[in-house]
RNA sequence: GGAGCUGUAGUGUAGUGGCCUAACAUGCCUGCCUGUCACGCAGGAGAUCGCGGGUUCGACUCCCGUCAGCUCCGCCA
């Protein structure tokens, strides 16, 4: 074992070609590969740049050749040779740097290592456990490497981009107030205040606010938020937002701004070149089209309503669903009338999850719909259903009949499903979708009440507002979310900036005004000295990677992410406490584990 | 809170009641090999079949429970 001794590094693996050839070099890295000859040893050494190759020989460097004999995997080596162009045939291209080599003339072993649980290469096949309890094996893996710096150059990029726009990157506290409405809070208990809790932000959304109040005009922030909820492959208990809110500003300006920076970060990281203005949709529009409010316009296969065919039909499923005030749709999976009975059983199944009870289906023949329920169906309906749907022979025709929201999901999740089965949005690009005009206010049955639908500082659409309280699920909010391949990568809204406005929001949310004093006083009070319009969004930060990295989940962009139970496997967090750090929190378990 | 999938040498898999004294590949160890690049050749070590219980003459295999990971519903923008 060798400490640098002064040794240093004069080149990166991957950086090394023909233009170096003939000079010395000082390459450090890890041992990919040995290849032990006998008389002749290889050995790809490996940085993060890439891969080299070096040859040790005892006509070269009789002491480094021995040396090299006891290397092994990932080994941490320095090695002092010259570059030199391949021996004629010996050229590797599958290796950038394949048409040169290191000849060692001394080999320095700087660390050993044990023999790692998995290797350390792409496309690997190994149990998640392993690579979250590892993660420091995991990410010497090229894609990982590639994902953190592909991660590295989006921050820069919305940094250097909304730097030239006069934003001012501003911190906002860890240590945080907990509120009402949106999801549920991390706490950390105040050892100086006994009873005591702060919480974790969510968001800096008060926060961005009030830095508008204070005249600073134009905020951002990368920075992290932390929801106590469950996960999905797209969600972590902590993740990154590009957090920004701007003064004097309408909804077409944060739209218009956001889609250059996002069309700028698309081109730094990807190379990607995104074509503007992005497309728009109403919430109301998506929901009918596609049932969902993220929808992926990828490909079509839309939700078509055949409410009005189906209310005179004699099928009970379908009428008494539109007497009952529900609607019937459907959508047209083209091509999938050779679907067997089991494969159209496991669609329904599919659509149960998501409470549908039942699937409708017709398949479509040439000599007409074949479906356990075409007998209650007219000649002529059955013709005017196919046409609705544009149905085409080969084609298989799936309909829900259930309240609207029921009739969404499970249609709006059922064409996601199939589009997967049938590859439709397999590598089609990239799809930016502004969905705009949301509700400000939805019903929530389990409270009874009406909760804010992005959250309860988004301005309602000034012709709206009248309805604010004689009908509040009519209005419309000047909130956007911006949708790429069917996720959600960001959201905002226009703010209000008006005590009177926010109270009546308050009140439209159940928010009794002693309790909105309580919890957001220092809010409204800010609003009475002079609160500039003011309006932004923020984004998901490692969604938008996840898609833009072509990755299934955030974790393979994120540096330390946890399992499904909130768990780092590789530091064991969370774990037990000293009982006298409990005592210093004044906190006192209920639960003996 | 709920549903589904997965769990067998370091790793990835095979094995669906006795064929298992658990197989294959790779990795690991030893030896040989001067142009390999997933080097090759020969030999070797390595598994209480996630854990606990049950059924059975007999369980890696069937049943129940439990733990862990993943996907999803609910939850969450």
């Avoid at 809790?197 to 932390?226: D, H, N, T, W």
């Avoid at 544009?390 to 999901?409: I, K, M």
Wanted: aromatic share 8%.
């Amino acid at each position: 074992m060798t400490e640098l001794a002064g040794l240093k590094r004069t080149h990166h693996c991957g950086a090394l070609g023909p233009e170096q050839a003939g000079q010395p070099v000082v390459v450090m890295g890890w041992v990919q590969r040995r290849r032990d000859h006998g008389g002749l040893i290889f050995i790809d050494l490996r940085d993060r740049s890439g891969l080299i190759q070096v040859v040790f020989s005892p006509d070269f460097g009789g002491e480094a050749f021995s040396l090299a004999g006891e290397v092994r995997g990932e080994y941490v080596l320095a090695i002092e040779g010259d570059l030199r162009i391949r021996p004629e045939g010996t050229e590797n291209p599958n290796l950038p740097t394949g048409e040169v080599e290191v000849v060692a003339r001394s080999l320095y072993i700087l660390n050993q290592a044990r023999t790692p649980p998995f290797y350390i290469e792409d496309d690997l096949n190994v149990d998640e456990n392993l690579r979250l309890r590892y993660r420091y094996l995991d990410l010497r893996r090229p894609e990982m490497q590639q994902a953190m710096i592909m991660r590295h150059r989006a921050a820069k990029s919305v940094r250097d981009f909304l730097d030239a726009r006069g934003f001012l990157e501003i911190e906002t506290p860890m240590l945080t107030r907990s509120t009402p409405e949106g999801a549920r809070d991390y706490l950390v208990p105040s050892r100086l205040n006994p009873g005591m809790f702060y919480a974790l932000p969510q968001s800096p959304q008060l926060f961005k606010q009030i830095l508008m109040v204070a005249g600073l005009e134009r905020y951002f922030q990368i920075v992290r938020c932390f929801r106590d909820e469950d996960l999905r492959a797209d969600r972590q208990p902590e993740f990154t937002q590009v957090d920004m809110e701007m003064s004097f500003v309408d909804v077409d300006d944060v739209l218009s701004l956001t889609e250059e920076m996002i069309a700028r970060l698309c081109q730094d990281t990807i190379g990607l070149a995104v074509p503007r203005p992005f497309s728009r949709l109403t919430y109301r529009e998506a929901m009918d089209r596609f049932g969902t409010d993220k929808p992926d316009t990828r490909f079509g296969m839309e939700l078509k309503d055949i409410s009005d065919l189906a209310a005179g039909c004699g099928f009970k499923v379908f009428t008494s669903a539109v007497a009952g005030g529900g609607q019937v749709k459907g959508i047209n999976a083209a091509g999938c009338g050779s679907f067997s009975r089991k494969e159209i059983d496991e669609l329904t199944a599919y659509a149960a999850v998501y409470r549908a009870k039942g699937l409708a289906y017709f398949i479509v023949a040439e000599e007409g719909v074949k479906s356990p329920v075409a007998k209650f169906f007219t000649p002529e309906e059955l013709a005017a259903v196919q046409e609705r749907l544009a149905a085409r022979p080969g084609d298989l025709l799936l309909f829900v009949a259930d309240e609207p929201q029921v009739v969404a999901d499970a249609l709006g999740a059922l064409r996601l499903h199939l589009a997967e089965r049938l590859q439709l949005a397999a590598d089609t690009g990239f799809n930016f979708l502004w969905v705009v005009d949301f509700p400000l206010l939805e019903y929530d049955r389990e409270e009874g009440r009406y909760a804010a639908m992005h959250h309860p500082f988004t301005a309602p659409r000034a012709e709206d507002l009248p309805l604010l309280e004689s009908r509040p699920g009519e209005v419309r909010a000047r909130a956007y979310d911006l949708v790429l391949n069917g996720v959600e990568i960001g959201g905002g809204s226009i703010r209000i900036h008006r005590r009177e406005v926010q109270e009546k929001m308050f009140a439209a949310i159940g928010l009794k005004p002693e309790e909105a004093g309580e919890k957001f006083g220092f809010m409204l009070e800010a609003f009475e000295y002079g609160a500039p319009p003011h309006g932004g969004i923020a984004f998901g930060f490692d969604r938008l990677l996840m898609l833009l990295a072509r990755k299934k989940t955030i974790r393979d962009v994120m540096a330390f992410p946890k399992t499904q139970s909130a768990a780092d496997l590789m530091c064991r967090a969370p774990g037990p406490v000293d009982p006298k750090q409990l005592r210093e929190l004044h906190v006192k378990l209920t639960a003996a584990r």
